[in-house]
């Protein structure tokens, strides 16, 4: 998406080369921002769920 913006934004003003290249680097800090606080979160869950030792165990006590 970011991607298509920018192109586009280049062809709409290609007169104006700077302000099509600071427009379309200011667009891109939210992306970066939010991959940045999102990235912590991600590895929060991913711990947890898929290097836990005792999930994927097979258990040797059953009740039958």
């Known amino acids: 998406m970011m991607i298509a913006f920018s ?12 302000i099509a290249i600071l427009v379309s680097c200011l667009a891109g800090v939210p992306v970066y ?3 940045k606080l999102q990235y912590r979160l991600f590895f929060d869950v991913y711990r947890p ?6 999930m994927f165990k097979a258990r040797k006590d059953m009740l039958y």
């Not at 192109?7 to 700077?18: C, D, E, I, Q, T």
């Not at 769920?49 to 005792?54: A, W």
Request: with cysteine; proline share 0%; net charge positive.
């Open 7 to 18: 192109s586009s934004f280049f062809l709409f003003y290609s007169k104006g080369r700077w």
């Open 33 to 35: 921002l939010f991959c």
């Open 49 to 54: 769920t898929f290097r836990s030792r005792f």
